[in-house]
């Protein structure tokens, strides 16, 4: 439809601001950098609609059905010369009561879904739906939050578990509102496309070209070097959740420090740990464990200050007038935050505070809000996240949706004085037993991504199945591949200490499937021992992974030889250097 210009009518309560790098490759897009909420001026439709049929509503409701109750009818929106056409679904009475078109399904095949959706007053969550046609079972597609007066993007997708016919329908709680719909996307991809747009992302977010000119020590050309390209260390955080076991470990010392340089303490550090009983706190084993990191060159990320789960609060905190809760409170975010201000990589502030708000619910609205304002006071440099699960796990209905994690960091950066926090989305991706819905985890990539803030996975693990060991590699695999990802921490590691749910090592240290996974990974996310010689001209040019590199230059003319330490950053997508090989 044609884009209406000079909109002036409606009030947009968001615009935001391209931030990503936009990604395409042959037809695909990780589409992540575009504003996608409440968007006056629309957007066109993703994949030249893929399967779906009308998907522009160019030829009026054609291909489009009723589904449920109520009536759909051609929608249309004027503007200067434009007009917009779309659908709507109007006299709605149940949540379901919307469009739906027919399409056909393949078993296995991975399918990502876009559309623009609006309502016509209020505002509120909008979901996509697909009903097998044969045994009505329904999966979900995903959700977003409409509005009145402005279009949203609603992004999800599905692995199909079967193939025959589907109806691809909305659902909205609230009856009242008609449901308007423009440019929707259904596309299919078999699992090797999905695997090589992973791996062409790989190579375009996490290496870059790298050019090296040799030349003498005075600068004179040179040809026929050999050059040695040896990366010592990766950019990527990848790292593990650790525990206190490590401190009486030995082995377990030994495994981390050898993979990781990065670490979550998995409880160590929440309140509950720190000051079992009122008034006594007690921190030396996060700051033994904090002292193993350090002694390693381990980053650490606090987690965590509050948890807004009833259930984790300390026992003695549960009995707490609200009054007596907001000393105890403040008293708590003051002493973890001071000891350990500049020392961690990161605070998750306020944890799982879509899914429960124990301190709202207390303190008032603003609890969370407050506590990122006394953290950031605390500790100004360090990034502030929120840390949700089930948000790119799964399609399923959930709280945590995308859309509502999104609103909920707005929320507490627009808090007075929250603005300009240097702020995070921490995802944990608790995945499983189910398989992988790597279209839906895209696609809560992309809208987050969109906000511009990072994002880090914070506590991957996949939960028992016969397949866990494949499926944990597929979910790495997509987040590390996707370019709003900063990194990712695995809640997984030794059997001795715990990590029954995905243990990596055996009681004997040795790999299990998932171990193997991680060091497959850990050295295929690294590039290989390269040697190379110059094309006659003095130059070397290599597609390398970030990170830091030992480069060993020879000339067989001479016998001197020369080492320098360069860091290929993510900075630019073409770095040059110039090495000097010294005279002999
Ligand atoms: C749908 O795409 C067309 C361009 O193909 C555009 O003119 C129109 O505004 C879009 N509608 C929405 C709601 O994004
Ligand atoms: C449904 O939407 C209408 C219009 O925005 C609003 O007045 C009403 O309060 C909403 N009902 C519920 C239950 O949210
Ligand atoms: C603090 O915790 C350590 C480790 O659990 C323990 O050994 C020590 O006795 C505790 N200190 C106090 C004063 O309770
Ligand atoms: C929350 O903060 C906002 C902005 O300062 C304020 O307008 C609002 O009254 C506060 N709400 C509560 C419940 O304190
Ligand atoms: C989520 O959806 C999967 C299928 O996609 C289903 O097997 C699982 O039971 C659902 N889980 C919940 C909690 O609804
Ligand atoms: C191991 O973890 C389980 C919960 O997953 C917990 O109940 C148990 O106390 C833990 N054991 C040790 C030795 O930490
Ligand atoms: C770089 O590589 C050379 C040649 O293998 C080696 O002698 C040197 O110690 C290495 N330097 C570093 C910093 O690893």
Redesign the pocket.
């Known amino acids: 439809m044609n884009i209406f210009r000079a909109l002036t009518l409606f009030f947009l309560p968001f615009i935001l601001i391209f931030s990503g790098k936009f990604i395409t490759s042959r037809g695909f897009s990780y589409d992540y950098s575009a504003t996608i909420e409440c968007l006056a001026k629309p957007r066109r439709v993703h994949h030249g609609g893929g399967i779906i049929v009308n998907p522009e509503f160019n030829n009026g409701i054609e291909g489009w059905k009723m589904f449920g109750g109520g009536e759909i009818k051609q929608g249309s929106l004027k503007q200067d010369d434009d007009i917009n056409t779309f659908i709507v679904a109007h006299k709605r009475a149940h949540p379901r009561d919307s469009l739906y078109q027919l399409v056909h399904l393949r078993h296995g095949k991975h399918y990502s879904f876009s559309a623009w959706v609006r309502l016509s007053e209020g505002s509120a969550p909008v979901a996509v739906l697909f009903r097998n046609s044969k045994d009505g079972q329904i999966l979900h597609g995903g959700e977003t939050i409409a509005k009145q007066g402005c279009w949203s993007l609603l992004k999800g997708g599905i692995v199909s578990d079967f193939t025959g016919h589907a109806e691809v329908f909305f659902e909205s709680e609230n009856t009242s509102a008609e449901i308007w719909i423009d440019n929707v996307s259904l596309q299919p991809f078999t699992k090797e496309q999905w695997r090589s747009h992973q791996d062409r992302s790989i190579n375009k977010v996490r290496k870059s070209k790298v050019r090296l000119q040799i030349t003498r020590a005075d600068n004179s050309k040179l040809a026929g070097a050999k050059v040695f390209l040896d990366q010592k260390k990766p950019n990527f955080p990848f790292g593990a959740g650790m525990n206190y076991h490590i401190l009486s470990s030995k082995e377990y010392q030994d495994w981390f420090a050898s993979r990781f340089s990065y670490a979550t303490f998995t409880n160590e550090l929440k309140w509950y740990s720190t000051e079992r009983e009122r008034g ?1 706190e ?1 921190y ?2 996060p700051d033994a464990m904090l002292e193993f990191a350090n002694q390693h060159g381990i980053s650490v990320r606090g987690h965590n200050i509050f948890w807004a789960n009833p259930k984790f609060q300390p026992q003695w905190v549960k009995s707490l007038s609200p009054a007596d809760l907001k000393i105890a409170a403040e008293k708590r975010i003051n002493s973890v935050v001071k000891r350990y201000s500049g020392k961690f990589i990161h605070w998750d502030v306020m944890n799982e505070n879509v899914h429960f708000r124990y301190f709202e619910d207390k303190l008032g609205e603003n609890a969370s809000a407050e506590y990122f304002n006394t953290a950031h006071k605390l500790d100004s440099k360090t990034l502030l996240f929120v840390n949700e699960y089930n948000t790119m796990e799964r399609g399923n209905k959930t709280t945590a949706t995308p859309a509502n994690v999104r609103k909920k960091l707005f929320q507490i950066l627009s808090y007075p004085g929250n603005k300009n926090i240097p702020a995070g989305i921490g995802l944990q991706g608790n995945f499983g037993p189910d398989p992988p819905n790597l279209p839906y985890m895209r696609s809560a990539l992309d809208y987050l991504g969109s906000t511009g803030y990072p994002i880090w996975i914070t506590e991957v693990f996949y939960r028992k199945t016969p397949n866990q060991a494949q499926y944990y590699e597929e979910v790495l695999r997509e987040g590390y591949a996707h370019p709003a990802v900063k990194g990712i921490i695995t809640f997984a590691g030794p059997l001795s200490a715990n990590f029954t749910t995905l243990p990596l090592v055996d009681l004997n240290f040795k790999n299990t499937p998932a171990g193997d996974v991680v060091d497959k990974l850990l050295a295929e996310w690294k590039s290989p021992n390269l040697e190379i010689t110059d094309d006659g001209e003095g130059f070397v040019e290599a597609l390398l992974f970030h990170g830091d590199y030992n480069v060993t230059v020879q000339h067989p003319g001479t016998k001197s030889a020369t080492s320098v330490s360069i860091r290929v950053s993510e900075d630019a997508a073409y770095q040059t250097f110039n090495v000097q090989l010294s005279n002999n």
Do not use: A, E, G, M
């Open positions: 006594k007690n030396t084993i």
